[in-house]
């Protein structure tokens, strides 16, 4: 094999029909995906939803920090966040029907606001900074307990925005 055999196993030229996306499950609900093109169009609007929310989310990050120990606001922001997030997308899918508010609210709430207060670069310099110390344990039961409870939080978030949901709709 040659190195233009190489190149072409490693980098294959793909056609237009292969380009094409057939399983969109993966893909962001809140990207303009040209299928024909695969390119993605943002518009400044979602930009500036992103923006606003990123900077209350990291307001509020920022004072959690400051008001408590590193790794207890670690603990709080993360679990914290992932039940909002649940609970915000969940309850978007289930009480509101528009597609535009649910794309800004979205983009607020989930990507700007939950995205710049939950803090995974946080919590990896914080494992980065245990494993440094040789506090092994200390660290694989921080990163352990972090991701197990924020998806148990994150489920709790859906379970509860379909409760309080389900029990609107019957009051109203």
């Known amino acids: 094999m040659d ?20 399983d969109d499950t993966f893909l962001d609900p809140d ?5 024909d093109t695969g ?27 400051s008001a408590m120990d590193k790794t207890m606001a670690l603990f709080l922001v993360n679990l914290l966040g992932a039940f909002l997030l649940g ?3 969940e309850a978007l899918v289930l009480r509101d029907k528009n ?6 609210l979205r983009l607020f709430f989930g990507t700007g606001c939950m995205g710049a207060f939950t803090t995974y670069s946080t919590f990896i310099g ?23 409870l924020g998806f148990i939080f994150a489920l709790l978030g859906i379970y509860t925005a379909r409760l ?9």
């Open 126 to 148: 914080q494992i980065s900074t245990m494993i440094l110390a040789a506090s092994y344990l200390n660290a694989l039961y921080l990163a352990t307990i972090i991701i197990l």
């Open 87 to 89: 609970y915000t997308l």
């Open 3 to 22: 190195i233009d055999e190489i190149k072409q196993e490693l980098n294959p030229i793909e056609t237009d029909e292969e380009r094409k996306v057939e």
């Open 164 to 172: 309080t949901m389900h029990e609107r709709s019957h009051n109203a």
């Open 31 to 35: 990207s303009d995906l040209n299928i």
């Open 39 to 65: 390119k993605a169009s943002i518009d400044l609007e979602d930009v500036l939803l992103v923006f606003f929310g990123g900077c209350l989310g990291g307001v509020i990050r920022a004072a959690a920090f």
């Open 99 to 104: 597609a535009t508010s649910q794309k800004r």
